[in-house]
């Protein structure tokens, strides 16, 4: 599986963005999906995971109630809906694929995008 992340880039604090991450290959829609973010000098951080049929999500407790994860299997797109953004939001975004939706660690995951950048000024 290939991933792309986009969507990416600078908004004000309390604003919106939305994150997709596009996917090759037949087996994208058996795939648990995640996000995960890496700020300067910081590991990467689990931020939302989604079941390969959309029956489970799970957030960080960072981010719930602002963040919304959904997968379009026919378009084999997982997207990050970012709502209320923080400054402590701003890192690189990546999308991974993984066996398992409640996996948290990056370890666990099998395929990664290269990132996206979101900055978020206050």
């Known amino acids: 599986v290939q991933l792309q992340a986009s969507g990416g880039g600078l908004v004000q604090a309390g604003g919106s963005l939305r994150l997709s991450c596009a996917g090759s290959g037949r087996t994208f829609s058996t795939y648990a999906m995640g996000w995960f973010r890496q700020a300067p000098e910081k590991e990467r951080e689990f931020v939302s995971s989604i079941r390969w049929n959309s029956g489970n999500t799970y957030y960080a407790d960072s981010v719930k109630g602002r963040f919304t994860i959904s997968r379009d299997n026919a378009k084999n797109t997982v997207y990050l809906q970012m709502n209320s953004l923080k400054p402590e939001d701003t890192a690189v975004y990546y999308c991974?694929?993984?066996?398992?939706?409640?996996?948290?660690?990056?370890?666990?995951?099998?395929?990664w995008g290269k990132g996206t950048q979101v900055t978020v000024s206050s």
């Open positions: 991974a694929a993984g066996g398992r939706a409640y996996y948290r660690e990056y370890q666990q995951y099998d395929y």
